[in-house]
């Protein structure tokens, strides 16, 4: 079965900069939707960046401009590289993987990034 476990996330102030990885364990199916969500405390988990097959990408609003998914496949891994990070950034960030075939996801364990002067 596949894996997804995340790492990169940490304490940045504001304005600072992270890039989030994804490894991902045995092979991606395609067609597959892999994306980035988030969720704060309190708070309902939300889409944050998602990279569909063709090339295709979708970002939520706040992050526009700021935000970047990428993905390298001979790693076999996906990234989210953050800019201009604002205190409301701060969440717990998972990598999900849709295998669209099948219709079975899977989700990374987090991690934790924290937004903070």
Not at 21 to 39: D, L
């Amino acid at each position: 079965q596949v894996q997804l476990v995340e790492s990169g996330g940490g304490l940045v102030q504001p304005g600072g900069s992270l890039r989030l990885s994804c490894a991902v364990s045995g092979s991606i199916p395609s067609p597959n939707v892999m994306g980035w969500y988030r969720q704060a405390p309190g708070k309902q988990r939300e889409s944050v960046a998602v990279f569909v097959n063709g090339g295709n990408t979708n970002y939520a609003a706040s992050v526009k401009g700021r935000f970047a998914i990428s993905r390298d496949n001979a790693k076999n891994a996906v990234y989210l590289q953050m800019t201009s990070l604002k205190p409301e950034d701060t969440a717990v960030y998972y990598c999900h993987l849709l295998n669209i075939r099948d219709g079975t996801d899977c989700w990374g364990q987090g991690t934790q990034v924290t937004v903070s002067s």
